[in-house]
């Protein structure tokens, strides 16, 4: 975009033309540019300016762990046959042989056991996928509590959102391919839940599944959506994800010299083409390494598919977790109240599985909620500008400490997905577990936004302090008089500014519309508003400031008590 | 099978059954009787020499009374041993579960407090108490003659669901558990199966007949013995321990990673 809209005269446009390179290499880079049109694109991209800060580069992560995703998968490919036709087991691993199994479970065995560096490459693939959406969800995390959605990014907050849930496809549908037991499982969940859908459950699930469970079309048909259609639309959301970064600009923390209309940091080339590429081998090397040493999916452990046997701790992938949580959550009965509903109808009745369609509705509202926000958000605080300026967690105090919330809840339903394990592990009841979690459930993110939110204001006050009055240099004075005093190191101009520069804007009161009417809508906004903001510590101001250096002439004068009128309320 | 499958809907299929039912409930049941008394005599010279009894119930008296009754007989704090069998203590006693520490949901393992000779005499008296389960004979322990493959079927219809598909075990309701497999001497498999301690079900020579047993101990054996072909097993656990080592392990590493990239050279 920095290029100069130059008018090029002709003869300049000929010169191009006509420059002979001296050097072998520099006739190829001459004739593949002419052809390509590189410096055009170097030009524009490689000057894109990139900030410097660890926490923007799980989206990266998230893109390498793709990339090696591919890399591994294909090579899976070229063995693994996704058949659920029967056949016998006469493979390398013993305790297996003669067993009958699909085809799909057989070659993945023989990919495990007979397949030079196959096992790697299936550990890596499967490491790599719960890197992915690791890596996916905290890169989601840090665009949140840093208000990073704001606009003009909200609807690529929207193609980031999507990418998490076309991830977690992904990852469900690899988990299935295998056909043990454990996936098995897995599938019988989804077979249940799909049941459970009053009138066309039934329906769905025998066209998913091909006729009854098992059948004989799933895994199949989950090859297809997990190596072609969902990586597809994968690749084409990533493509969208990043063109809009471009457009966009990377955001960056508040500091100085960073403000809402430029980006301080590297260009990509050569600093961080140099860097971005590096870090590709790192998170490549990572991963080998991990590989290399952990087992992961020992799917010689769980036999072929059987549906009859379900084993001990049998969990999906983490990202399934809160899922998986929430049914072992649900209680099937209240008391004597059983929860499963049968509606008469006159072919004799449907039956509704409330403990299975009640828990999937926390689940969908957290990601439905997911794609929203930004508009929610917006909409509470009125709030119209361009956002290119980070915000740091603890100066959005109401956001945070909501995120907090909801990862509580999402973490206790994570949480619950491994009630076995933490019951063993733990020495603990596994129903005492799961009846605190009941509680928890309601109760731990309102304490997780309480909480949040008074760490958040603190965590303000403590700023303003520091800016006011500099931090404690840990030297003790004696005066003359045999007081005792601590002296105080001022901070810096650029220590300051990062503490004092950021909005805190105070509630809007309800607006009345057009009409001159206040609706009911408006007021509801105003009351979100109002809980938004009310709770605020204002940035030091430029008075203040000059003030506070006024008391540093006057040592030793007694300070100020701390953080007296550093909040305003709504009654102020 | 598949004649079996095509004659199961033959008119005198469940009369068939019916008789084959009996046939097996009673030739099991007499069966049962003169198994206990062929073992009891196959372990003539240990198991029911009167000075090995004799040594037993002292033992028995001096350790184990308090809870079980001066006779075996039980008390609020312990049940009835009368009949439990020899596999029984030397199950309980073998793994140091009995004494018990302590009263709580399960007896946990813990190193034996009997030798070898001792907790032989202890069997020996409660064997004496009357017929039950016997010590196996050391033919079903042979792992060499079992077929690991079809004992790995056999444990994953029958004992994975609460000991895991790895034999790294699980939980139960209420604190209780189903123990890891891993390092347990197959007598001591055995004696679970016929046995049924804690909360385990019996798996009676019925249920999986001796050579069943066997191919389970087979497999459980050869499964360990071959190790984690992928690395680290992180604890046999699945998919738990494989999530909280990307997000703890994983995610330091790269995170550490990123700060150094990130931070300036000066």
Redesign the interface.
Known sequence: MSATKEKYTEEQYLEVDQYQPKTGGGRIANYVDTRVGGTSIVREFGRKVFP???T??FGE?ALYSFVILILSGTFLTFWFDPSMATTRYSGSY??????EMSTAYATALEL??DVRGG?FMR?LH??AA??FV??MS?HMLRVFFTGAFRKPRELNWVVGASLLILGLGAGFTGYSLPDE??SGNGLRIIDGMLKALPVVGTYISFFLFGGEFPGSEVIPRLYVMHIMVLPAMILLLIAIHLFLVVTHKHTQYPGPGRTERNVVGYPVGPVYAA?AG??FF??FG??A??S???????L????PY?P????????????I?PFEGVLRLMPGYLGDFSLEWVIPTPWGGNSLAMPVLIPMIPVALIFLGMFVWPWIESWITKDTKERHLLDRPRNAPTRTAFGVAIVTNYMIMWGM?????I??HF??????ITYWSRVLFFLGPVIAYILTKRICLSLQRKDRETALHGDEAGVIQVSADGGFSEKHRRLDDYELWTLVSYDSPEPTPAQPNAKGKITLLEKFRARLNRAFYEDRVAPVSREEYLEALEHDHHEPEELPASGVGAIESRDH | MKALSQKRRHPFAGVALLLLGLLITGGLYSAATTINEAQASENADAYSDPDNIEEGERLFVANCATCHGINAEGTDAGPSLIGVGAASVDFQVGTGRMPMQMQGPQAQQKPAQFNDEQTMQLAAYVASLGAGPAVPDDEYLDVDQGDPARGGELFRINCAMCHNAAAAGGALTEGKYAPSLHGVEPRHVYAAMTTGPQNMPVFSDANLVPEDKRDIIAFLQTYESQGTPGGFSLGFLGPVSEGLFIWTGGLALLIASMVWLTSRSS
């Not at chain 1, 013993?94 to 067993?99: E, I, S, T, V, Y």
């Not at chain 1, 290399?292 to 020992?298: C, E, K, M, R, V």
């Not at chain 1, 010689?300 to 036999?303: D, S």
């Not at chain 1, 997905?417 to 394990?421: A, C, E, K």
Request: proline share 4%; net charge negative.
């Open positions: 410097d800060h660890w923007f580069m992560v013993a305790p297996l042989q003669g067993l495990s056991f096992l550990q499967h490491w719960l890197l690791a890596a905290i037991v454990l860097k590096g870090f790192i998170v990572i991963l390494l991990i290399g040493t952990f087992q992961i999916n020992a010689w452990n769980y036999g059987d009859s046997p379900v084993q001990a701790g049998a969990q999906p992938d983490w990202y977790g997905g491994s009630n076995d394990l019951a063993t020495q603990l009841s596994l129903n005492d």
